[in-house]
């Protein structure tokens, strides 16, 4: 079901539920909670696997949820302070697979000059839309269980989302990101919901 168009009914009247009731419904921590302006707290890695298997399953398991009640064109993010977790995890599910990113303790160290704008949506606000400028090409380092470091680049569509993510690790929110003089467009005016982004074939 796209919940952009989800209604519940109750006494016998019809009430529109907004996208950000459905998505608090399904445990997603909204706008105005102090845990979204937060640094999360990285992991100690290999030391605390076991908490970093399972905040990674946590992250699963709410991606689910979330993917059954709306159609995500553009592929999916939930970083863990969005589900109440107060540690550096995050997982990216592009569009068209099931196939997830994990990325603990990430960081973007090297940033591509060239940059678009895009239409973003963020769970823990979901009632508006971001047109963003992010970067079409990012760096980044990011640690697996067993504590290595790594550095990979993502590109694009995949890059927006999961700068997005890591933003969310830095308490760092896609709104304030926004040009001066601009504001997010309410979702009634958002016409590319279920649809990917949009990018130049040179680029």
């Known amino acids: 079901m796209n919940h952009d168009d989800a209604t519940l009914r109750h006494d016998g009247r019809s009430h529109q539920t907004r996208p950000s009731e459905t998505m608090a419904a399904l ?3 909204q706008d105005g909670d102090p845990l979204l302006r937060r640094t999360a707290r990285t992991f ?3 030391a605390e696997e076991a908490d970093a298997q399972r905040v990674v399953t946590e992250l699963h398991a709410a991606a689910e949820r979330i993917g059954r ?3 995500f064109g553009k592929g999916i993010g939930v970083a863990a302070p969005q589900i109440g977790i107060d540690l550096a995890a995050a997982l990216v599910r592009p569009p068209g697979t099931d196939e997830a990113i994990i990325l603990l303790n990430p960081r973007v160290v090297e940033t591509s ?3 678009d704008e895009q239409y973003e949506g963020c769970l823990s606000f979901f009632d508006v839309r971001c047109r963003v ?3 079409l090409v990012i760096h ?3 640690t697996d269980v067993a504590g290595d470091k790594r550095i990979t680049t993502f590109r694009r569509g995949i890059a927006r989302l999961v700068a997005h993510e890591i933003d969310h690790l830095h308490g760092v929110l896609c709104r304030d990101h926004l040009p001066e003089g601009t504001v997010p467009i309410p979702i009634e005016q958002y016409r590319g919901t279920g649809r990917t982004w949009d990018y130049d074939s040179r680029t």
Request: glycine share 6%; proline share 11%.
């Open 133 to 135: 400028p992010r970067a």
């Open 140 to 142: 980044v380092e990011h």
């Open 44 to 46: 100690a890695l290999p």
């Open 27 to 29: 445990g997603v921590v």
């Open 113 to 115: 000059e060239d940059v």
């Open 69 to 71: 009640a709306h159609v």
